[in-house]
T-cell receptor, first 114, second 112 residues
Framework: AQSVTQLGSHVSVSEGALVLLRCNYS??????LFWYVQYPNQGLQLLLK??????LVKGINGFEAEFKKSETSFHLTKPSAHMSDAAEYFC????????????FGTGTSLTVIP | DAEITQSPRHKITETGRQVTLACHQT?????MFWYRQDLGHGLRLIHY???????NKGEVSDGYSVSRSNTEDLPLTLESAASSQTSVYFC???????????FGSGTRLTVV
């Protein structure tokens, strides 16, 4: 069965500091990979996705993620945190050939300290 | 602009009642999904559909049903609401494999 692990349910960073949110997946075949952001009382919004093109993927709001097959990882980064980045972040995988079914991690809550 | 809307945004119901949550999308997407979101569990798949008259069970389908009579709508029905079904429910749609989901704003359901 597919699983997605997000290390750290809560991450705090200072404004202007590097943001690093970790995601590992379990699959022998690289799946499609996604990061979503959820602001309070809202639905999930797509940040970026990896679909087997470039391993470094750039998304919205200055976020990017790097696919590392050898580590089965897809960590999310942003060079400089902004107060508006405070939100819940979800990593998701969609195994190829499964009709676009997604498996979500349990989420990481990002706090940005002024 | 195309959108995906869920209604109601908030619902309180009593144990044992039948409840239907609406999901309507104007993206013309074939694929539609229902998830529930609970603390510590992330999002878990309830039911999904790949087109009209197609429905499939997800990871946590017990006590839920869906029907797909047209492309735009996938209503989720709780046959007999239970307190364990208190949750936030999200509907999503997508065009094809490899595409990201477009999510609705969610329905917060409380079963008392």
């Amino acid at each position: 069965a597919q699983s997605v692990t997000q290390l750290g349910s809560h991450v705090s960073v200072s404004e202007g500091a590097l943001v690093l949110l970790r995601c590992n997946y379990s699959s022998s075949v690289p799946p499609y990979l996604f990061w979503y952001v959820q602001y309070p009382n809202q639905g999930l919004q797509l940040l970026l996705k990896y679909t087997s093109a470039a391993t470094l993927v750039k998304g919205i709001n200055g976020f990017e993620a790097e696919f590392k097959k050898s580590e089965t990882s897809f960590h999310l980064t942003k060079p400089s945190a902004h107060m508006s980045d405070a939100a819940e972040y979800f990593c998701a995988v969609s195994p190829k050939g499964t009709g676009n079914q997604f498996y979500f991690g349990t989420g990481t809550s990002l706090t940005v300290i002024p | 602009d195309a959108e995906i809307t869920q209604s109601p945004r908030h619902k309180i119901t009593e144990t044992g009642r039948q409840v239907t949550l609406a999901c309507h999308q104007t993206w013309n997407h074939n694929n539609m999904f229902w998830y529930r979101q609970d603390l510590g569990h992330g999002l878990r798949l309830i039911h999904y559909s790949y087109g009209v008259q197609d429905t499939n069970k997800g990871e946590v389908s017990d006590g839920y049903s869906v029907s797909r009579s047209n492309t735009e709508d996938l209503p989720l029905t709780l046959e007999s609401a239970a307190s364990s079904q208190t949750s936030v429910y999200f509907c999503a749609s997508s065009e094809s494999e490899g595409d990201g989901y477009t999510f609705g704003s969610g329905t917060r359901l409380t079963v008392v």
